[in-house]
């Protein structure tokens, strides 16, 4: 009886869509006006005492498990929770519990190693049934709004590389280069003598057998180590994805890093989610489950470590809703493959990834996060970028 009471109130002011719900005890509630779109159906009742500390965690939990079942499409639920977290969250509520984990966790070297390998090296089949061929992994850029995401995703290595203004014949680092789109196409189009750094085993095999295949041996070189450990200088950096992963405590650390592998007057173009209202650090499920280390810095955090540095920012360019449209196709090919994945990886693990792809759509629409560019420079001397945008989009 408690437990629907409370339940009762949370859910009269968690939405502000209607949502149908039915309990555990088969009985069935409407909330909110007009005609529901979305059924959620508690099959057991939640803890509640661990639902009060951390909301997120249990009802993810619980929806892996399926005592929560979701009819309708959950990005959906979620955007409508987040717009009225401010109105749920309260003292009177008694859900006062954090939307942001309170885990410390360590970043030496062998422990980031283990947390990058939990995620992607679960397989490249895995990340090939629902990528695009690209493999690329992170936010797409929508040059034209009917781009199919493999061409938002080669639009998007464009925009990176065309920011860097880069000459041909010069040398390129990638931290943390993924399945290797980016250091390829530096080195087939941009003519430029490129590196990339990764520490999982899988991205490193499958980027050689691309370089391999299209024979840059000579222009193209992958290195399976942690980005701390490069003692070389760059004519220019790019890292996309990848601060997400150095935690809090390294950040500042992390932008240094940039500088010193920058050769002086170098440019960087650093691409990474940064947090607003609830985004800033890390929701417990995405770091209990998905991302172990996770951390996404404010935006103002990550410019006060750039200045810090002593990099001059050059331009930052926020592409919140290119990311929302990006997680809206992996999870639209996810959900194409969802029953195949079911039976190779298990229910819990297919559910826990259609809830994380559409969980952070949802958490860019809600505008928690964005995902921003910034395009820094070693030094403020010797600067050679033209005055105005244009060169950024000449391709567009
Ligand atoms: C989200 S993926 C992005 C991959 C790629 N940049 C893309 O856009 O598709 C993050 C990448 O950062 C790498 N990474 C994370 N921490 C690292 C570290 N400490 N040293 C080297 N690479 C790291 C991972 O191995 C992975 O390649």
Same mark, same amino acid.
């Given at each position: ?245 150095? *935690?809090?405590?390294?950040? !500042? ?5 940039? %500088? =010193? &592998?920058?050769? +002086?007057? #170098? ?7 940064? *947090?607003?209202?609830?985004? !800033? ?5 995405? %770091? =209990? &489950?998905?991302? +172990?280390? #996770? ?102």
């Amino acid at each position: 009886m408690l437990q629907k009471k409370v339940l009762n109130k949370l859910l009269a002011s968690a939405f502000d869509v209607p949502v149908m719900v039915t309990y555990w005890d088969g009985k069935t509630e409407n909330y909110g006006e007009g005609l529901p779109q979305i059924h959620i159906t508690f099959n057991k009742k939640l803890d509640l005492k661990r639902m009060a500390k951390v909301p997120t965690l249990e009802l993810a939990e619980a929806y892996m498990k399926r005592d929560i079942e979701i009819d309708g499409s959950i990005q959906e639920l979620v955007t409508a929770a987040y717009r009225q977290a401010d109105s749920f969250l309260t003292d009177q509520s008694g859900f006062t519990g954090s939307l942001i984990s309170k885990f410390t966790s360590s970043h030496d070297k062998e422990t980031s190693k283990e947390d990058i390998q939990s995620h992607y090296d679960i397989g490249n089949d895995f990340y090939k049934k629902w990528l695009d061929s690209t493999m690329t992994y992170s936010c797409a850029y929508w040059a034209h709004d009917d781009m199919t995401l493999e061409e938002a995703q080669i639009a998007k290595v464009h925009h990176i590389l065309d920011k860097l203004h880069a000459e041909p014949g010069k040398t390129l680092l990638d931290i943390g280069s993924g399945w290797g789109t980016l250091i390829i196409t530096a080195a087939q189009e941009y003519g430029l003598d490129s590196y990339g750094v990764t520490l999982s085993q899988e991205q490193y095999d499958y980027t050689m057998t691309c370089v391999k295949e299209l024979g840059l041996e000579d222009k193209v070189h992958v290195l399976l180590q942690d980005y701390r450990d490069i003692d070389q200088q760059f004519d220019y950096i790019t890292s996309v994805g990848m601060f997400e992963h150095v *935690g809090k405590d390294n950040l !500042a650390e992390y932008f240094k890093d940039v %500088e =010193k &592998y920058l050769v +002086p007057n #170098g440019r960087a173009l650093i691409h990474g989610i940064t *947090g607003q209202h609830y985004g !800033a650090g890390v929701d417990p499920f995405i %770091e =209990k &489950y998905i991302f +172990p280390g #996770g951390y996404i810095p404010n935006v103002v955090e990550n410019v006060t470590h750039v200045l810090d540095a002593g990099l001059q920012l050059d331009d930052l360019e926020p592409l919140r809703r290119h990311y929302q449209k990006t997680l809206e196709h992996w999870a639209d090919n996810y959900h194409k493959v969802f029953d195949e994945t079911v039976s190779e990886y298990g229910e819990e693990f297919a559910r826990m990834w259609d809830l994380y792809l559409q969980a952070c759509a949802a958490s860019f629409e809600a505008g928690n996060i964005d995902v921003m560019q910034f395009l820094l420079t070693k030094g403020a001397s010797g600067h050679d970028l033209p005055m105005n945008r244009a060169f950024m989009t000449a391709r567009d």
